[in-house]
């Protein structure tokens, strides 16, 4: 399984996740351009939804031969962060519950198989657990330094490991 196909089953994931709050007003939305291409959120700002998502290779995570297999000449590990767009137009405080609600599905839908067999071991695909590395304020394009936040991106970073 290739970076590409181990990037598209991971958006699939979090796409199917079920969120505690608002599930059916706001799923996870992972936005395409028409092409297929997901621009990243901060292209999406003026226009972002709640739950709105990216993934992207982190800095540096480009992927890298394991090294932890022993005899890895096939095995790879990328270092991803997905990206989460919640809307800055209501309660900060239901905010933070999303947020923190919403870091434990996405962990789920990121580490959980969806069946008994498991896709993770049945592809060679291991995530290990994310972590809650950033938020990013999201302002529309062109709009100067001094504008507004609309939103914010909380970014959840993680590593998984594949078999090419």
């Known amino acids: 399984m290739g970076f590409s196909a181990v990037r598209a089953h991971l958006i699939g994931r979090v796409r199917a996740a079920t969120p505690h709050r608002a599930a059916e007003d706001h799923p996870f939305v992972c936005e395409e351009d028409g092409?297929?291409?997901v621009p990243a959120l901060t292209?999406?700002?003026g226009r972002v939804r709640p739950r709105s998502f990216d993934l992207r290779v982190a800095e540096g995570g480009w992927p890298r031969d394991d090294g932890a297999a022993?005899?890895?000449t096939r095995r790879l590990r990328a270092s991803l962060v997905l990206r989460v767009a919640y809307p800055l137009?209501?309660?900060r405080a239901d905010l933070e519950a999303m947020v923190a609600e919403d870091f434990d599905t996405l962990t789920n839908a990121l580490m959980t198989a969806p069946t008994a067999a498991g896709w993770g071991a049945a592809a060679g695909v291991t995530v290990d657990p994310p972590?809650?590395?950033d938020t990013e304020p999201l302002v529309p394009p062109r709009s100067g330094d001094e504008a507004e936040p609309v939103a914010i991106a909380v970014s959840l970073a993680f590593d998984v490991t594949y078999w090419e």
């Open 35 to 37: 092409s297929g291409r």
């Open 43 to 45: 292209r999406l700002a």
């Open 70 to 72: 022993g005899d890895s």
């Open 89 to 91: 137009d209501g309660d």
């Open 131 to 133: 972590e809650l590395s």
